[in-house]
């Protein structure tokens, strides 16, 4: 069975920053592509970030790039999400998903607010 469990969340400041993890279990995570989403409140879910596995190639959404670095540690099937310079407009629900599948995390809030 397919389990991610996302953490990291919480509550910054604007400029301020966080760093989010997801645990994988029931996959060869080494194989897999990890991808991070996020959904703001009254907003549809987007895409935030990406890794494909074989190469370490990494995508990012226009909005996060520069400030946000997705990466990973296959010895403990886990993808990371560093955040940095963190603004107000970043505030929503983070989820990890094995990127194209149904597989996704139950989610992580990140408020960015003074």
């Known amino acids: 069975q397919v389990q991610l469990v996302e953490s990291g969340g919480g509550l910054v400041q604007p400029g301020g920053s966080l760093r989010l993890s997801c645990a994988a279990s029931?996959?060869?995570?080494?194989?897999?592509?990890m991808a991070w989403y996020r959904q703001a409140p009254g907003k549809q879910r987007e895409f935030v970030a990406r890794m494909i596995a074989a190469v370490s190639t990494k995508f990012y959404a226009d909005s996060v790039k520069g400030r946000f670095t997705i990466s990973r540690d296959n010895a403990k099937n886990t993808v990371y999400l560093q955040m940095n310079s963190l603004k107000p407009e970043d505030t929503a629900v983070y989820y990890c998903n094995i990127f194209n599948t149904k597989n996704w995390g139950q989610g992580t809030q990140v408020t960015v607010s003074s």
């Open positions: 029931g996959i060869i995570f080494s194989l897999a592509d």
